[in-house]
């Protein structure tokens, strides 16, 4: 009788166990156009500030402090990316967790993640771009925090066009 009660403990500790579920793969038609994404990091004269965050459930508002900003050029390449993670190229929230849409994107241009201009969220959430070029962009970053032992918040985006010497204040949110 104990070999039995063992087993089934065994067998139903097995079932429990969280299997990983695989990647899918998605295939981006559109070329990585090098030339249009290195012309549109060029100095500019605008500046892009903004600031990150998402409100919990309870009413708490939690910042993307110390996480990296990114401002990614507007090509049809990274267009592509966007609207498969975001189901939007003008703004959108991609959760954490099980809920996220998350790709094995062929091709997975390195030249794309060089291409960007970063910065880091300070304390308060804050973030700033100097020196842009005139043109479109995506801003994307990322605000989550742990509740007990899952990961909750999500990645944020938005598209933000820029000309003349402008500062524009954006608020992903």
């Not at 079932?15 to 990091?41: D, R």
């Not at 605008?46 to 965050?53: C, D, P, R, S, V």
Request: proline share 4%; glycine share 10%; hydrophobic share 35%.
């Amino acid at each position: 009788m104990k070999k039995i009660a063992t087993l089934t403990i065994s067998l139903l500790l097995t079932a429990c166990a969280q299997v990983p579920i695989p990647i899918p793969t998605y295939i981006i038609i559109e070329p990585f156009n090098e030339k249009q994404a290195e012309n549109a990091l060029k100095k500019g004269n605008n500046t892009i500030k903004g600031e990150a965050f998402l409100r919990q459930a309870g009413g708490a508002v939690v910042t993307c402090a110390g996480n990296e900003v990114s401002l990614t050029p507007v090509t049809a390449y990274a267009t592509e990316r966007i609207m498969a993670l975001y189901g939007s190229t003008e703004k959108g929230w991609n959760p954490v967790g099980w809920r996220a849409k998350n790709y094995n994107f062929i091709p997975n241009e390195q030249r794309y993640f060089e291409l960007m201009k970063n910065a880091i969220c300070n304390s308060t959430g804050h973030f700033e771009f100097k020196d842009i070029k005139d043109g479109s962009y995506y801003l994307t970053t990322s605000v989550h925090w742990t509740n007990g032992q899952s990961g909750q918040g999500g990645h944020l985006m938005q598209k933000v066009s820029v000309k003349g010497g402008e500062t524009t204040e954006i608020i992903l949110h």
